[in-house]
């Protein structure tokens, strides 16, 4: 079996840098470093299909002597899209761990915004598509304005709490 | 009949996907989620008797041949641990549903529990049944993905704190399963497991070693292996008390089922015996000191759960059938007593407000049901006799007693010391919570209270709240199981001895997955 030393070289990068970086306290460069390993692996993976070659495609032709190993590439394609679903949960995490702790304690005794929502509640609360885009208009027009009159206020105020960008 | 094998992942996926969209109706979503759930436990039923009658029933997926197409294996191993932790699944599930409705669904977002829970449950059964390691894999992540939703419900600060050490550490145990698949496909040219039995033995035995070792670190992580088990205390005590029941009866025992497929099927010639029983013996009593430390009964239950997978992996290292018998014997007691014995820790936080020892008292009087199934779980769990719990032991000391050397009588006294510790934990419990009355918690001191760790997220005292007659009805009938266990341990111990029978010759795998001879 022959692999390119580029790819190898590659993989051990990542996976060093990736190591390196998970062991930091932040949760986003965790995160960074989850995914610098993730991909490490996968090029891992495909590392161990061995030597490069044409697409496999299978056409019955003797050309597909020289056809590259399939299967390593499917269990690539399926760990990227298990990577994916983690990175998007874990981002989660990472949100609502930042909310918790920008508020404190006080992170879980914030009212529930859903707490007194019945089933007809929430379902008179969905607006219609066009209420939607009127808004959204009106909200770009405003912002419009505002630009137009002042540009101090670009830079938005950066000890706003975390609860305000939540407002409908 | 083979028909029945896709469709115990099958079953739980389309359920999930119901339940989803019958987000806002909560009687349907109960329906279709107890449906689901009993349906895979009869398909399981059937399974096992027809397995264990006619040998492994193998699938192909989609009709491509093994190694091409993904396999799907159940021997009597797999049906066994198909059946139990289906059958767990639905009682924890009839628990949880008592609980929403006492609750009143307020507490949790729940619309989001049964779609997921039945996920975890697909994810479950996938990895009993996969016969192939990518498969197992796949399973690996279904459940886990499944689990860091469960483990985080709610979003409060303390389950989002441990939620993310247990992602990061499953993550890391998910990358170096994978790896481990890279290197062995590298070398063996295949993923599915009956085929990689059959060419590893052509290998050096330092890269065979090499690849064993990969594969035991990445299952050793989700097992609880110390020194790998330190993630489980700190997170399971914090999910909702249904969730870290079947956490923590089923997730770990995932792990068991990978290492004994891997040390039985995958390397039956491993020169890791040794090193095996070293982490088993530390498993024991690092386990069970961490217990006796906990003021906490679901932390000290966790640790009670650490110390006991040294058992399980005791019976892996020693490996002669009568030792691998048992150890599914235990697999099955450790499972089914463990749930029902957090789920009493449920019921004991829902009647005394905590989970503390040290606020807790009177409960012998306030919820005598209670008391007796606490009573029950901690004696079959303590290993006295006649339960299951004593049953497994004795069949796994009998095996370390017939194997000798010096290293299996050491694991046989740890062994013995740690029942009788989990014993002690466990009465301590009972004299502290049970016993004494509630007026004597004020002031209260005793050698028995000295130096105990409090739970860190530990809140105070919550107000108590009522227990329905379902989640009780739920407990009793986990604890009715387990009892069976001992009343029918003739036949279970046969059964399991029959599946070690299976484990002992992989060729009965080999053969069923490749009857023409492997290509």
């Known amino acids: 079996m022959s692999a390119s030393l580029t790819l190898v070289v590659a993989m051990a990068v990542m996976y060093a840098a990736g190591v390196y970086v998970m062991l930091e306290r932040s949760l986003t460069r965790v995160l960074i470093g989850f995914l610098l390993v993730g991909n490490a692996t996968n090029l891992l993976v495909f590392i161990m299909s061995g030597r490069p070659g044409n697409a496999p495609i299978v056409t019955g032709t003797p050309a597909d002597a020289a056809m590259v190993d399939p299967v390593p590439q499917v269990l690539m394609l399926t760990a990227i899209v298990i990577n994916f679903g983690i990175t998007a949960l874990i981002l989660a995490l990472i949100y609502r761990s930042w909310w918790l702790a920008r508020l404190g304690d006080e992170g879980d ?23 939607d885009d009127a808004a959204s208009q009106e909200d ?10 002042e540009h101090a206020d670009d830079r938005g105020d950066p000890a706003r709490a975390p609860g305000e960008g939540r407002d409908r | 009949m083979n028909v029945l094998v896709p469709l115990v992942v099958a079953i739980p996926l389309l359920g999930s996907a119901l339940t989803l969209a019958l987000g806002r109706r909560r009687p349907q979503q109960i329906i279709v989620s107890v449906l689901a759930l009993t349906l895979v436990a009869a398909i399981s039923t059937a399974l096992l008797v027809q397995v264990d009658q006619n040998g492994p029933s193998v699938v192909h997926v989609g009709g491509w041949q093994a190694p091409w197409g993904i396999v799907l294996v159940v021997d009597r191993l797999s049906a066994i641990m198909l059946l139990v932790s289906a059958l767990m699944l639905l009682g924890v599930l009839l628990f949880a549903v008592g609980q929403g409705i006492v609750d009143g669904d307020a507490e949790t977002p729940v619309s989001i529990f ?55 550490v499953s993550l890391v145990s998910s990358v170096l399963f994978l790896s481990a698949i890279a290197l062995i ?47 489980l205390p700190d997170s399971y005590p914090t999910a909702p008390a249904p969730v870290t029941a079947v956490f923590a009866g089923l997730l770990t025992k995932v792990g068991i089922y990978a290492i004994i497929r891997t040390q039985t099927l ?17 498993t024991l009593i690092v386990g069970i000191l961490g217990a006796l430390a906990q003021a906490d009964i679901k932390r000290l239950l966790s640790f009670t759960l650490v110390s006991h997978i040294g058992y399980m992996i005791f019976g892996i290292a020693m490996g002669t059938p009568l030792a691998i018998a ?14 029902s014995l957090f789920l009493c820790a449920g019921l004991i936080e829902r009647v005394g407000g905590t989970t503390s020892l040290a606020r807790l008292g009177g409960l012998l009087k306030a919820a005598p049901f209670v008391a007796f199934l606490f009573f029950v779980g901690a004696l079959n769990l303590g290993g006295i006799p006649p339960f299951s719990g004593f049953l497994g032991k004795f069949a796994l000391f009998q095996a370390g007693a017939e194997l000798g050397g010096p290293l299996s009588y050491i694991l046989l006294a740890a062994g013995a010391a740690t029942s009788l510790l989990t014993l002690y934990a466990l009465a301590r419990v009972w004299n502290i919570a049970f016993w004494r009355s509630t007026d004597e918690v004020e002031a209260y001191e005793s050698p028995m209270l000295d130096g105990l760790l409090e739970d860190p997220d530990d809140h105070g005292t919550v107000k108590t709240r009522t227990i329905s007659p379902l989640m009780t009805g739920a407990t009793t009938a986990l604890l009715a ?29 080999i053969n069923a997955v490749f009857p023409d001879g492997s290509p």
Not at chain 1, 109 to 131: C, G, I, L, N, Q
Not at chain 1, 140 to 149: C, F, K, P, V
Not at chain 2, 204 to 221: E, G, K, R, T, W
Not at chain 2, 482 to 498: C, D, K, N, Q, Y
């Open chain 2, 326 to 339: 048992a150890t599914i014997f235990y697999v099955v007691h450790h499972i089914t007593v463990q749930t």
């Open chain 2, 266 to 282: 995958l390397f039956p010639e491993s020169q890791l015996s040794v090193p095996l029983m070293v982490v088993a013996f530390l």
């Open chain 1, 109 to 131: 005794t914030v009212t529930d915004e859903h707490a007194a929502e019945t089933v007809e509640s929430t379902e008179k609360s969905f607006r219609s598509v066009t209420d």
């Open chain 2, 481 to 509: 199981l387990t009892v069976s266990l001992t009343l029918f341990a003739g036949p279970v111990f046969a059964l399991t001895a029959r599946a070690a029978d299976n484990i002992e010759q992989p060729a009965t795998y």
């Open chain 2, 185 to 231: 496909y590298g070398a063996t040219g295949t993923v599915t497991m009956a085929l990689i039995a059959d060419r590893v033995a052509d290998l050096p035995p330092d890269v065979q070693l090499i690849l064993n070792l990969l594969l035991l670190l990445a299952f050793c992580v989700k097992a609880a292996v110390f020194p790998l088990s330190f993630w």
């Open chain 2, 114 to 168: 049964h779609p997921t829970y039945l996920v975890l449950a697909a994810g479950l059964f996938n990895a009993f049944i996969a016969g192939d390691l990518f498969n197992l894999y796949v399973g690996f992540e279904m459940l886990l993905s499944a689990s860091y939703v469960l483990l985080t419900l709610g979003g409060t600060g303390a389950r989002i704190r441990v939620g993310v050490t247990y992602v990061v």
């Open chain 1, 140 to 149: 770009l027009d405003a912002s419009e304005r505002e630009h137009g009159n």
